[in-house]
């Protein structure tokens, strides 16, 4: 198998900006999809990744094939491409790669949002200023935006916390 033809779905707010931490996690040289979440362009959005059965992305559509989910997504480029580098270093580091990867989504990736968010909602467009809030809220627990969201305070923690 080639990697032409590969495509990857990502979420993207103004200009190139990608604050997806689980696009980060998909980088390669592909192309990608950049879908915008802004109002009448969500349902676009949405309509775009249709095809693939999911809502969220990153979405990597290779052939007749679409693959989501970042870890998916690493497991089926290391089957499908053997002669490229492995993205693990070899089959044996998987389950430790994927311990990894689950600890840094339960554990990392809340405490790094909390510093970054506020940063977000200052850059997306004014028409996903709701949603970002609303969303994010409800899985973080505090405000998002409007100055509310004290980012001193959580990095201060955030460093208090890896420093043990």
């Not at 973080?140 to 043990?164: I, P, W």
């Amino acid at each position: 198998m080639t990697a032409s033809g590969l495509t990857l779905f990502e979420l993207a707010g103004p200009t190139r900006l990608r604050f997806s931490p689980h696009c980060w996690k998909t980088v390669w040289p592909w192309p990608t999809r950049a879908l915008k979440r802004t109002g009448a362009l969500a349902v676009y959005r949405q309509a775009k990744i249709a095809f693939s059965g999911q809502s969220l992305v990153p979405i990597l559509v290779h052939g007749d094939e679409s693959i989501s989910d970042s870890w998916r997504i690493a497991l089926y480029l290391e089957e499908c491409f053997p002669a490229r580098p492995s993205l693990f270093g070899g089959t044996g580091a998987i389950p430790v790669t994927q311990f990894v990867n689950s600890w840094a989504d339960a554990a990392l990736l809340p405490a790094i949002a909390r510093i970054i968010l506020v940063d977000i909602y200052n850059c997306v467009d004014a028409r996903d200023r709701s949603y970002l809030r609303s969303s994010r809220e409800k899985v973080f627990r505090h405000v998002v935006g409007s100055g509310s969201s004290d980012q001193s305070a959580h990095l201060s923690a955030f460093e208090r916390h890896s420093s043990r």
